[in-house]
């Protein structure tokens, strides 16, 4: 879906409270082509050194869709194995940065998330949701896989979970499924709700303990050391896999829709 109110690229503000708000868009439902991936992880990396930064609120612009991750446009014009990694490495960066930097980072999900965004989503410590806010994994409708994505979204909904997202492609999961699986810790009426309730948490964490939070974020991410390696080597197989005559096909039959 083409929304031309919205413009490609990242926003950032900091408010007195030492709250960030972290907001990326793009025309075509919040996807997200590798100029936006890079500027989000270098975005998110810099607000992790910044000592004025109590808190970050991950976003997206518009009320329709949340991510509709990978920029489909981009996924077509990958014409060998290296620019595929270079791609794919575009969320590995987006993840392996929101589970480094020392600020919890709280989720803000107004819409449907599609593949990458339900990655993005899952790489966030604490996400809030709309009724609205259905998710699908359609990497392998198109012949690819969710790889990359991957170990974010197990992490957080488990491996049976994950499996039946990634297998049953192209069915979309409720809300408040995703919510009983533990990707959203509570799904508000509307984004009227949602945001009073992302801005009640990020006051309440913005009072609290930088230390302390900081600390718990280890605790919550432990395990996850050697993500720098383990979704490199996944993106090298979605890089590949991008290649193939069927994903190609495939990409260009979703495109036509």
């Known amino acids: 879906m083409l929304d031309a109110a919205l413009k490609e690229g990242v926003s950032l503000s900091v408010d007195d409270r030492g709250v960030a708000y972290l907001t990326f868009a793009h025309p075509r439902s919040n996807s997200l082509p590798g100029a936006v991936l890079s500027e989000l992880a270098a975005t998110v990396r810099e607000l992790g050194l910044r000592s004025d930064v109590k808190v970050v609120v991950l976003g997206s612009a518009g009320d329709r869709a949340f991510c509709a991750g990978a920029s489909f446009d981009e996924l077509v014009a990958i014409s060998d194995e290296e620019a595929g990694l270079a791609f794919f490495m575009g969320f590995a960066h987006v993840i392996n940065a929101l589970r480094s930097i020392p600020q919890l980072v709280i989720g803000r999900v107004q819409g449907k998330a599609v593949g990458g965004g339900v990655g993005v989503a899952a790489a966030t410590d604490y996400c809030l949701a709309t009724q609205h806010a259905a998710i699908k994994l359609s990497e392998l409708a198109v012949g690819i896989g969710p790889f990359v994505v991957g170990p974010a979204v197990e992490r957080k909904l488990g491996v049976s979970a994950m499996s039946q997202l990634s297998i049953d492609a192209s069915a979309w999961r409720s809300s408040e499924w995703a919510c009983s699986r533990g990707l959203y810790a509570e799904v508000l009426d509307d984004i009227a709700a ?48 991008v290649l193939s005559d069927f994903t190609r096909d495939a990409i260009q039959r979703f495109k036509a829709k």
């Open 194 to 241: 949602l945001d009073a309730a992302v801005d009640a948490l990020a006051g309440r964490l913005a009072s609290s303990n930088p230390e302390a939070m900081s600390a718990l974020k280890q605790v919550f991410w432990s395990g996850t050391e050697a993500w720098d390696t383990l979704l490199a080597e996944r993106a090298a197989i979605s890089g590949r896999l």
